[in-house]
């Protein structure tokens, strides 16, 4: 999706005063050529890590992890052996 060419809608937001100073001195680090820009690539960064952990949360598979994890928790040795099978690794290299 090219954000470029989107319509932008303005909306007002209220910082406090220490984050506007970082966000300040971000701009003035020559960081970002403006605060909108510098809030626009914070929020950016920000939703995009958000979509990074939902992505991951929806591949997780709870009961296996938590198998491995109480295994691992008991000291058995038979933890490292299935992690390398359940995860795909190659015991060779």
């Given at each position: 999706?090219?954000?470029?060419?989107?319509?932008?809608?303005?909306?007002?937001?209220?910082?406090?005063?220490?984050?506007?100073?970082?966000?300040?001195?971000?701009v003035k680090e020559g960081r970002f050529p403006s605060r909108r820009q510098a809030i626009l690539a914070a929020l950016s960064e920000m939703l995009e890590g958000q979509r990074r952990?939902?992505?991951?949360?929806?591949?997780?598979?709870?009961?296996?992890?938590?198998?491995?994890?109480?295994?691992?928790?008991?000291?058995?040795?038979?933890?490292s052996q299935n992690w390398g099978k359940t995860h795909n690794l190659n015991s060779g290299s």
């Open positions: 999706m090219n954000h470029r060419h989107m319509r932008a809608t303005k909306v007002v937001i209220t910082l406090d005063r220490k984050k506007l100073c970082e966000v300040d001195r971000c952990l939902l992505d991951g949360l929806a591949k997780l598979n709870v009961k296996q992890e938590r198998a491995l994890a109480e295994e691992f928790l008991s000291g058995e040795p038979a933890f």
